[in-house]
């Protein structure tokens, strides 16, 4: 099976934009939908994209994903960083066999 | 309103199996494509999927954890069952279970139980 492959940990500032990449490490990033979880501490995770561009209702425009065929990843970007935006993001994704992957998952602070 | 709530035991021995149970409303498991998933996760590590059971009963396992994992439903009572045997302290960790509404993704979380094996 592949790997999704996430930076280990990114930091911005409030207000600013940042955004986190998933790279896939083998198979077309473009073959199969991918997924961003938010988890807060202490917390369930929840959905912030699916589908790779789609936002469930309530999570707020600030929230966009891509694709990106030749670097065969995945991108969540946050703008207007708020300190509420300070979790862990998890990308997922699946194979033909509908086999989920989930990548080892990266942590945001907003300083 | 989709919930979904997990439960179980919280403390088992090595080598037990865990039996772990998902309740959930505002959906049924006979509605054509959903399914529900169960994804884990350890103290301090990351998620990590483990098994998905479609509303037609087809059913999804990790690989690395395939042998060990049984998934199963009661659709009348709105029940998705999770299985795994041999338990080891390496299995320690948050269990959750999902919605799944078609396309293999979560739109809805269960609040997760802490099970722990140990001695």
């Known amino acids: 099976n592949f790997v999704l492959a996430q930076p280990h940990s990114v930091s911005e500032s409030p207000g600013k934009t940042v955004t986190i990449s998933c790279t896939r490490s083998?198979?077309?990033?473009?073959?199969?939908?991918v997924q961003w979880y938010q988890q807060r501490p202490g917390s369930a995770p929840t959905t912030v994209i699916y589908e790779d561009n789609q936002r469930p209702s309530g999570v707020p425009d600030r929230f966009s994903g891509s694709i990106d065929s030749s670097s065969n990843s995945a991108s969540l970007t946050i703008s207007g960083l708020e300190t509420e935006d300070e979790a862990d993001y998890y990308c997922q994704s699946y194979d033909t066999s509908i086999l989920w992957v989930f990548g080892g998952g990266t942590k945001l602070t907003v300083l | 309103q989709i919930t979904l709530k997990e439960s179980g035991p919280t403390l088992v021995k090595p080598t037990q199996t865990l039996t772990l149970t998902c309740t959930f409303s505002g959906f049924s498991l006979s509605t054509s494509g959903v399914a529900v998933g169960w994804i884990r996760q350890p103290p301090g590590k990351a998620l990590e999927w483990l098994a998905l059971?479609?509303?037609?009963?087809?059913?999804r396992y990790s690989p690395s954890l395939k042998s060990r994992l049984s998934i199963t439903k009661d659709t009348s009572k709105n029940q998705v069952f999770l299985t795994m045997t041999n338990m080891d302290p390496v299995d320690t960790a948050t269990y959750y279970c999902?919605?799944?509404?078609?396309?293999?993704?979560?739109?809805?979380w269960g609040q997760g139980t802490l099970v722990t094996v140990s001695s």
């Open positions: 999902a919605h799944v509404p078609g396309q293999p993704a979560v739109d809805y």
């Open positions: 083998s198979g077309s990033i473009a073959t199969n939908y």
């Open positions: 059971i479609y509303w037609d009963d087809d059913k």
